[in-house]
């Protein structure tokens, strides 16, 4: 615990320096809110010189590539709080042991004093790195990451901001692509939603998410990582005893799913490796497409909602937006105190009413930890989701996420028995 | 012209006949409205001994499977009305000439009156085929077709209802796309967006028209049916210049693009071929993914929005929801009043503020004919939209389509010329 920062009567900063503030990793709905929070405590506090964004994250920085948001109109800082996307950039660049020096260096020359990077798993641990390099150079840097991320895969915190909005977007649009299934079968009796997310399943499981008490028996079959298939005959099997019970299927499938013997569904050969060594792999849908044409000769089809899933303002969680922005908020208001090194996450201190409190654990405890979605939360076949896992997940979707939908009763049997036509007079 | 229908002093229908109605073709998220309109319009007029729903189409008369509508419940109705996909059931199914007659046998033994068909281009064809063979053989058949099709591609009308609620999801998803692609240029430098969309270019123009007046210059590629490429090359080079431009690239392209020698991007082996003998192609937003990164060394990647884009309540334009409604009220009210073999459609009568009249046309002049995007709306150099187009559909996509969004200005490179921060006292 460092001293608290306070301000003087003439309301400089005490400590006299900047509070530089990134955004890393995959663009959400909800990142800006976090940087809202961020910028508009440090600026409300008073204690800080001055308010710097890097740009496109630490790379930008190694670049000096900074922008100015010390003085910058309120109104606009509101517009991008309710803005998708990452308004300072973001990136996904792995800054190597020997460039950590170099990236204090220009910090100082800057005054920075506190460091506040919003992300996922790397980005906790380059906050990580950059903290304790600066505390061997006895660099009185304070840092706090702000977590961030769809896959909602990080340990420590009951979930992650982005992901309720994202499992808002696809329980939606799995649904809609549901309904259209119901109503055509025979147009397309199986379809494939290939969905985001690396190496749990939350975000599979999210799209299971939105069929109410009376639409039970329509839910999807969800192809999980923490249940890899046998092999892809093991998917068709599943398949065919879906369009056995009701004439179609609908398949949530991780776009890099891997069979139980690792390989992966869309083929073993990686489309490209980023630079943390994440290796991304041909579409698992169009595979299973191909695969259920063939092997099932029925038709198939698959939609991929990608980008817009984690992207769209008009689908997202009010809830989540809300905890992103508070996420942001306290990372700044603990630094003011005195804390350094750690992350800010959020404890579910109710189940009903939904109520989470912000907290802080140390952020060399996320830094390269995966969280997988826990058994309790599988269906027993391992293709679906268990009402633990409603009632966990749908609090964080926001206050009113499904639109009330309508089906016909009966399935169109009823001439000439229980249809009476009143003939003219 | 026939009689009108009219009831007689006990409510009973004179014409002591049924009202059939149907829904064909792909489902979309305001069909319902159509049908609704239908059924709501049918019994308050009192006219109508009953109201049957073929189920899945044409192929639901042969089969004889209906669903009884005359005293479904009018919340149910009212909720249906706001429920997307087809309630009914919808199918593709191509009614050959031998079975027009059965089709007539089984729709007088339920004494049915009058038939509306909810559908495109193929479905206009089914109406007209029955209606006139109704004549030959003297059976007193009134029908009518409510125009149906994202693909907005029927002549002889304004537009088609389900066209404007798509253009409003596919333009929030490609501008959020497009945030994402701004935000980081080195994670996906090329992104394509692939639509729906048969022959004609509105659905894929429709997604860039997500960018307000001060959002021109993140407009995207748009690669149209109207104005196919030379070949892949010359879409590469389009993207090339756009990297060049800005560091990124973001491409609407249909599925089925083809280019100006007739071949298919994604390859000339149909995945399938529907039963009116349109061929299904393998996905364009996969290979030209691979091109780029093949041919420009680039990351790329694909979005392929799917079936929720056409399917989403959430996303839903009011004036499309509204539009169609009233098409299928009009329908009913006009066969009602005496007319027959027509089809409703929307004539814009004012342009500003929007605003259109039901009117009908003869259905025979919808059956097999596409309607493409006219030059006026599509920019010189054949890949985007024009200022014409925008105004031509922004009031379809409804009153409020785009939550405003905030970028930061510059882009960074503001230290130390123009970044001023106050060190301590």
Same mark, same amino acid.
């Given at each position: 615990?460092?001293?608290?920062?306070?301000?003087?009567?003439?309301?400089?900063?005490?400590?006299?320096?900047?509070?530089?503030?990134?955004?890393?990793?995959? /663009?959400? *709905? &909800?990142?800006? =809110?976090?940087?809202?929070? %961020?910028? #508009?405590?440090?600026?409300?506090?008073?204690? !800080?010189?001055?308010?710097?964004?890097?740009?496109?994250?630490?790379?930008?920085?190694?670049?000096?590539?900074?922008?100015?948001?010390?003085?910058?109109?309120?109104?606009?800082?509101?517009?991008?709080?309710?803005?998708?996307?990452?308004?300072?950039?973001?990136?996904?660049?792995?800054?190597?042991?020997?460039?950590?020096?170099?990236?204090?260096?220009?910090?100082?020359?800057?005054?920075?004093?506190?460091?506040?990077?919003?992300?996922?798993?790397?980005?906790?641990?380059?906050?990580?790195?950059?903290?304790?390099?600066?505390?061997?150079?006895?660099?009185?840097?304070?840092?706090?990451?702000?977590?961030?991320?769809?896959?909602?895969?990080?340990?420590?915190?009951?979930?992650?901001?982005?992901?309720?909005?994202?499992?808002?977007?696809? /329980?939606? *649009? &799995?649904?809609? =692509?549901?309904?259209?299934? %119901?109503? #055509?079968?025979?147009?397309?009796?199986?379809? !494939?939603?290939?969905?985001?997310?690396?190496?749990?399943?939350?975000?599979?499981?999210?799209?299971?998410?939105?069929?109410?008490?009376?639409?039970?028996?329509?839910?999807?079959?969800?192809?999980?990582?923490?249940?890899?298939?046998?092999?892809?005959?093991?998917?068709?099997?599943?398949?065919?005893?879906?369009?056995?019970?009701?004439?179609?299927?609908?398949?949530?499938?991780?776009?890099?799913?891997?069979?139980?013997?690792?390989?992966?569904?869309?083929?073993?050969?990686?489309?490209?490796?980023?630079?943390?060594?994440?290796?991304?792999?041909?579409?698992?849908?169009?595979?299973?497409?191909?695969?259920?044409?063939?092997?099932?000769?029925?038709?198939?089809?698959?939609?991929?909602?990608?980008?817009?899933?984690?992207?769209?303002?008009?689908?997202?969680?009010?809830?989540?937006?809300?905890?992103?922005?508070?996420?942001?908020?306290?990372?700044?208001?603990?630094?003011?105190?005195?804390?350094?090194?750690?992350?800010?996450?959020?404890?579910?201190?109710?189940?009903?009413?939904?109520?989470?409190?912000?907290?802080?654990?140390?952020?060399?405890?996320?830094?390269?930890?995966?969280?997988?979605?826990?058994?309790?939360?599988?269906?027993?076949?391992?293709?679906?989701?268990?009402?633990?896992?409603?009632?966990?997940?749908?609090?964080?979707?926001?206050?009113?996420?499904?639109?009330?939908?309508?089906?016909?009763?009966?399935?169109?049997?009823?001439?000439?028995?229980?249809?009476?036509?009143?003939?003219?007079?």
């Amino acid at each position: 615990m460092r001293q608290p920062l306070t301000t003087t009567p003439g309301g400089q900063g005490r400590q006299g320096g900047a509070l530089l503030v990134g955004q890393s990793g995959g /663009a959400t *709905a &909800v990142i800006n =809110a976090s940087l809202a929070g %961020i910028v #508009s405590r440090a600026r409300r506090s008073g204690v !800080f010189s001055g308010v710097l964004g890097m740009r496109n994250g630490i790379e930008g920085v190694l670049k000096e590539r900074f922008i100015d948001l010390t003085s910058m109109d309120e109104q606009l800082l509101e517009r991008v709080r309710h803005t998708p996307s990452a308004a300072l950039g973001t990136g996904r660049y792995k800054l190597g042991d020997d460039e950590l020096d170099r990236v204090l260096e220009i910090m100082a020359a800057r005054e920075v004093s506190a460091l506040v990077y919003i992300g996922g798993n790397d980005s906790a641990d380059t906050t990580w790195r950059i903290g304790a390099r600066a505390q061997e150079r006895g660099y009185d840097l304070r840092v706090a990451a702000v977590p961030k991320t769809i896959d909602n895969d990080l340990p420590e915190m009951d979930h992650c901001p982005g992901y309720g909005s994202l499992a808002c977007y696809l /329980a939606n *649009a &799995v649904r809609d =692509a549901t309904y259209d299934s %119901i109503a #055509s079968p025979h147009l397309h009796a199986v379809k !494939f939603v290939e969905v985001m997310g690396r190496d749990a399943g939350w975000v599979a499981a999210s799209g299971a998410l939105g069929f109410g008490d009376d639409e039970r028996d329509l839910e999807p079959l969800v192809l999980l990582p923490e249940r890899p298939p046998v092999n892809a005959v093991s998917v068709l099997n599943a398949i065919s005893a879906d369009l056995e019970r009701r004439d179609w299927a609908v398949v949530i499938v991780p776009e890099t799913l891997r069979t139980a013997a690792g390989r992966h569904l869309g083929g073993d050969e990686p489309d490209y490796v980023d630079e943390f060594g994440h290796p991304y792999f041909p579409s698992t849908g169009a595979a299973l497409t191909r695969l259920v044409s063939q092997g099932l000769g029925v038709r198939a089809r698959y939609d991929k909602p990608g980008t817009a899933a984690r992207m769209s303002i008009s689908m997202a969680s009010d809830v989540d937006l809300d905890e992103a922005y508070r996420l942001g908020d306290a990372a700044v208001e603990r630094i003011v105190a005195g804390e350094s090194g750690f992350i800010t996450v959020l404890n579910r201190v109710s189940e009903n009413p939904f109520r989470c409190e912000v907290g802080t654990v140390p952020v060399e405890r996320i830094a390269n930890r995966v969280r997988s979605l826990p058994d309790a939360f599988i269906r027993d076949d391992g293709m679906g989701i268990t009402d633990a896992f409603r009632s966990w997940a749908l609090p964080l979707l926001g206050s009113d996420p499904f639109p009330p939908y309508a089906r016909l009763p009966g399935d169109g049997t009823l001439w000439p028995e229980e249809t009476t036509i009143r003939t003219g007079p």
